[in-house]
């Protein structure tokens, strides 16, 4: 049911008029790595990008975008065991420079001259977005960490409980 929840958020996310690179899919990544079992924490994001993909329209670096967000939910599952605040705001600081890395790389062997002043150029270029990207993964993040974390506090006793367990 969780995984469900987060596929359907993360697909409207993407196709609802926002923000370039201001949408929760890196922070839903990361928040599935850590609640969903390990097989749902890297399909469910994988499912979203496809899919969204699919709605939206292809891109060249599309494997890598995907591959991306895939790593980001295996950075889920390391810190499974060990969720605190400072561990989940390493993490999501590090799942939007996991992005940028590996995307304009992906763009810089797509699109952009294979040599030294080719990357520079690509990666000049994507800095303004990385501020959005970074600022979305730490907000989502703690809005889907602490939303998550004081609802199963609320429904500890219930029958509700069971829900937010399945994984």
């Known amino acids: 049911m969780l995984a ?13 008029i ?25 399909v469910m994001p994988l499912a979203l990008m496809m899919i969204s993909d699919l709605l939206i329209g292809g891109h060249n670096t599309i494997f890598f975008t995907w591959g991306s967000v895939a790593l980001i939910s295996l950075l889920g599952l390391v810190i499974r065991s060990r969720k605190n605040f400072y561990n989940i705001a390493a993490m999501a600081v590090l799942s939007a420079i996991l992005f940028f890395v590996v995307t304009n790389i992906g763009a810089w062997l797509m699109m952009y001259p294979k040599t030294v002043a080719g990357l520079q150029m690509c990666f000049l270029a994507a800095v303004p977005f990385f501020r959005d990207t ?11 960490f602490g939303g998550y974390e004081m609802l199963a506090q609320r429904v500890a006793k219930t029958r509700w ?4 367990q399945a994984v």
């Open 18 to 42: 926002h923000v370039p690179n201001f949408t929760p899919v890196l922070a839903l990544a990361l928040f599935g790595g850590v609640y969903l079992s390990p097989r749902r924490a890297v």
């Open 161 to 164: 409980a069971s829900i937010l």
């Open 134 to 144: 970074l600022v979305s993964t730490l907000v989502y993040s703690f809005v889907l």
């Open 4 to 16: 469900l929840f987060l596929l359907i958020l993360g697909i409207a996310s993407r196709l609802v």
